[in-house]
Antibody
Framework: EVQLVQSGAEVKKPGESLKISCKGSGYNFTFYWIAWVRQMPGKGLEWMGIIYPGDSDTRYSPSFQGQVTISADKSITTAYLQWSSLKASDTAMYYC????????????WGQGTLVTVSS | QTVVTQEPSFSVSPGGTVTLTCGLSSGSVSTSYYPTWYQQTPGQAPRTLIYSTNTRSSGVPDRFSGSILGNKAALTITGAQADDESYYYCVLYMGSGFQVFGGGTKLTVL
């Protein structure tokens, strides 16, 4: 069974760093792109970026380029989303999702990680 | 930056038919954008309904269908049911591995 299991909720202060994770199982993690999607409170979905764990090829939305870093460790089948200096506006639910092998759509989603940034 | 447009809200009567659309702030949507539709209920992760314009994801009822209508992608729900009340998001492929979500449509069934 394919699963994407994300790390737990985080409460951070502005300026702090954070790295959240998304562990894939039940499939060959190396060969599927993993994306990150943001959903701010009461708002819609935003495509942040995507990584191919096989070679760490990473693509970012222009809106998120330079704001976050996406990485992956295929040895432990885990993808990451990290911030070096959080802002209150980073408060959101973050989902990871697997892109299907032969289409530009997500076939499996993580359960989401809620990040709250507040002083 | 290209904006993907969706109706903010829509309502449909139970048993009725509704078509939600997904356009571009500049230009026309074609199959080359691989339109995908997701359904999301509050507090849940999104669920894939339609991908590559008109292919239903596994387990999706056939009352959901996708198409290109004019210069937009479209999601049609035929015979709407109460549990179709949800948010619907389209996403378009912009090339170079990059995709953009629309703002979402809140569908009310009443």
């Amino acid at each position: 069974e394919v699963q994407l299991v994300q790390s737990g909720a985080e409460v951070k202060k502005p300026g702090e760093s954070l790295k959240i994770s998304c562990k894939g199982s039940g499939y060959n993690f190396t060969f599927y792109w993993i994306a990150w999607v943001r959903q701010m409170p009461g708002k819609g979905l935003e495509w942040m970026g995507i990584i191919y764990p096989g070679d760490s090829d990473t693509r970012y939305s222009p809106s998120f380029q330079g704001q976050v870093t996406i990485s992956a460790d295929k040895s432990i089948t885990t993808a990451y989303l990290q911030w070096s200096s959080l802002k209150a506006s980073d408060t959101a639910m973050y989902y990871c999702a697997r892109r299907h092998s032969d289409g530009y759509y997500f076939d499996y989603w993580g359960q989401g990680t809620l990040v709250t940034v507040s002083s | 930056q290209t904006v993907v447009t969706q109706e903010p809200s829509f309502s449909v009567s139970p048993g009725g038919t509704v078509t939600l659309t997904c356009g571009l702030s500049s230009g026309s949507v074609s199959t080359s954008y691989y339109p995908t539709w997701y359904q999301q209920t509050p507090g849940q992760a999104p669920r894939t309904l339609i991908y590559s314009t008109n292919t239903r994801s596994s387990g999706v009822p056939d009352r959901f269908s996708g198409s290109i209508l004019g210069n937009k992608a479209a999601l049609t729900i035929t015979g709407a049911q109460a549990d179709d009340e949800s948010y619907y998001y389209c996403v378009l492929y912009m090339g170079s591995g990059f995709q953009v979500f629309g703002g979402g449509t809140k569908l009310t069934v009443l």
